[in-house]
């Protein structure tokens, strides 16, 4: 994309994320043809927003892919705190996991990221599109669909796999084993991919569970 068509798009994503205004499909000229593209637009975004990421997250698509995004510290919130869901587009809830890196993640290397702290959390994906985003460009331009992420308390992890399971309103839902390890390479090789992140930065896994729509209040 020519850079004034990146620059033109973002700004429409960068009003939209500020004010919670819907937007319309974005026109032909300005849609994103790749997911490349749609990481430009997002960066572009956050740059007319003034925010800085202190992370990256990794969470299911349209159509389920897996689609690597900035995480924002303003889009964490700790576990109790109330969420008004209605104030969110196309809210969809999964089990997620916050990695915070014990060291940084360097662009060139491959070793898996070592992880300082863990925790549980509620992965809340959202869009600013209207109609939600069609496809994974468009997707990943709208900051990957990133919503709130619910942190938990720190949790206790060896690095062996761990049940992980959504449950409404405390329900009790048996666990499926999940290879957070696995989860947590993953997230970083599209952390490399994207320039690397510093020591202290977050990894965030989400789609760990089946996703979840919330009902109507």
């Given at each position: 994309m020519e850079q004034d068509a990146i620059a033109r798009a973002a700004a429409y994503l960068a009003e939209a994320f500020e004010t919670g205004n819907p937007l319309a499909p974005l026109p032909a000229g300005l849609r994103p043809a790749t997911v490349e593209d749609g990481a430009e637009i997002a960066g572009a975004a956050l740059d007319a927003l003034g925010l800085p990421p202190n992370g990256l997250r990794l969470a299911p698509g349209p159509g389920g892919a897996m689609l690597a995004g900035p995480m924002l510290a303003t889009r964490i919130v700790a576990s109790g705190t109330p969420v008004a869901l209605s104030t969110l587009r196309h809210p969809r809830l999964s089990a997620a996991a916050i990695g915070v890196l014990a060291e940084p993640l360097d662009p060139a290397s491959t070793v898996a990221p070592v992880i300082a702290a863990l925790h549980p959390a509620i992965d809340i994906a959202?869009?600013?599109?209207?109609?939600?985003?069609?496809?994974?460009a468009e997707c990943t331009a709208d900051l990957g669909g990133l919503g709130l992420v619910v942190a938990g308390r720190r949790a206790t992890w060896n690095g062996a796999p761990l049940p992980v399971a959504l449950a409404r309103d405390g329900a009790s839902v048996r666990g499926t084993a999940c290879d957070l390890a696995a989860a947590f390479a993953r997230a970083?090789?599209?952390?490399?991919?994207?320039?690397?992140?510093?020591?202290?930065?977050?990894?965030?896994?989400?789609?760990?569970?089946?996703?979840?729509?919330?009902?109507?209040?």
């Open positions: 959202a869009s600013r599109y209207r109609d939600g985003a069609r496809a994974a970083a090789a599209e952390a490399r991919r994207w320039g690397g992140l510093p020591a202290g930065a977050l990894l965030v896994v989400a789609g760990l569970s089946p996703a979840a729509t919330p009902a109507a209040s």
